[in-house]
């Protein structure tokens, strides 16, 4: 277990933090060689990401300990933070300081972070995907929606790198990502109006609980300023319109979800990072229900971590339309658009 959680932060740092956060960068090549830490990260819930998890429960508890030496070097807490470099030593001494807290943080909360620039990508895959189809009316199904943000994708505007804005122009939640070759036809088209926003997870966060906010926001790496202004103005809109948000395993509600949805409007369905965390086994079988509903009615699935892009498969009158979309990256900072 120590040797194979060793190369999960080695592969954390060399392919996730990099060129994101210098920090965490750091931080997890020194816990790949400290016998010590990863045995406190071996007490993560199955099938979560251990360095997401740890990282998450320190950044969490610093809140609770404004005072502490290592908030110095976290760019969320101090304007101007300490070398990277240097900051393990406090690290170390923190979460053994904390050990029992950091602990039950990690065999209780979930790595669910509602990154809500990924709508900057759904929002003109859903319309391409509608457009396709001749769609007007879609009801949006989010299985792994963690607080329901991403239901609100069609609430938001966005911008691409130039002066132009797109969405909803009247709303106060701006997000921003680039597109590094074609941009969508589809941003020339109007948004279908939303019939039903129903959210699925395992674990539904409420927004209106602080510290589930807290954590929420814990989430998020130290540096990502805007990531966290985002979120926070997302987590205002939320308040503003209420989605149909249930606990319990998407993947496996989906036909029952469906069956609620009445004719006059096509089920939209998506998930964007989720599928990670579940065997390939069960993707398959979250593929052949989608495919099971599309033999009897219209129906649009976008997802992610299944195939190697960003995807999609409309079916129209019994018949799919399997495509690529996008290539993004994690956070969505940049999009290579594809489906055009």
């Known amino acids: 277990m120590i040797e194979k959680l060793k190369k999960w932060f080695e592969y954390f740092a060399e392919s996730e933090c990099k060129d994101s956060s ?16 990863l045995k406190v990260a071996s007490k993560v819930a199955n099938d979560q990401p251990p ?8 950044h969490y508890l610093l809140l609770k300990y404004p005072s502490d030496p290592l908030v110095e070097y976290y760019a969320s807490y101090t304007a101007l933070p300490l070398a990277n470099e240097k900051a393990f030593p ?3 001494r923190f979460v053994l300081e904390h050990e029992n807290k950091i602990i039950h943080l990690l065999k209780n909360r979930l790595v669910q972070t509602n990154e809500v620039r990924r709508c900057s990508y759904l929002y003109p895959a859903i319309m391409h995907a509608c ?3 001749n769609a007007s009316e879609i009801s949006l199904i989010e299985i792994g929606t963690s607080a329901g943000l991403n239901l609100l994708v069609d609430q938001f505007q966005y911008g691409y790198g130039d002066e132009r804005h797109f969405g909803n122009e009247s709303s106060d939640v701006l997000i921003e990502s680039r597109f590094v070759g074609t941009w969508p036809s589809a941003l020339k088209l109007i948004f279908p109006k939303v019939s039903q926003r129903i959210g699925l997870d395992l674990n539904i966060v409420d927004t209106t609980d602080k510290d589930a906010s807290d954590w929420l926001c814990s989430l998020i790496w130290p540096e990502h300023h805007e990531r966290k202004k985002l979120m926070k ?3 205002e809109k939320a308040k503003e319109l209420k989605s149909d948000l249930r606990v319990g395993d998407g993947f496996a509600m989906i036909q029952s979800i469906v069956e609620e949805i009445p004719d006059s409007s096509i089920p939209c369905i998506y998930h964007t990072h989720v599928a990670n965390q579940i065997s390939e086994e069960e993707r398959v079988k979250m593929l052949d229900s989608v495919d099971e509903i599309g033999k009897h009615r219209d129906v649009i699935h ?5 195939k190697p892009t960003l995807h999609c498969t409309v079916y129209k009158n019994g018949k799919a339309l399997d495509f690529p979309i996008a290539k993004t990256e994690g956070h969505a900072r940049w999009i290579d658009w594809l489906a055009d």
């Open 22 to 37: 210098g920090l965490y960068y750091h931080l997890s090549l020194s816990i790949a060689e400290d016998n010590e830490l």
């Open 233 to 235: 103005a997302a987590l």
């Open 131 to 133: 457009d396709l189809i």
């Open 51 to 58: 360095p997401n998890l740890l990282f998450a429960a320190v």
């Open 90 to 92: 406090e690290f170390k």
């Open 302 to 306: 976008i997802f992610n971590n299944i």
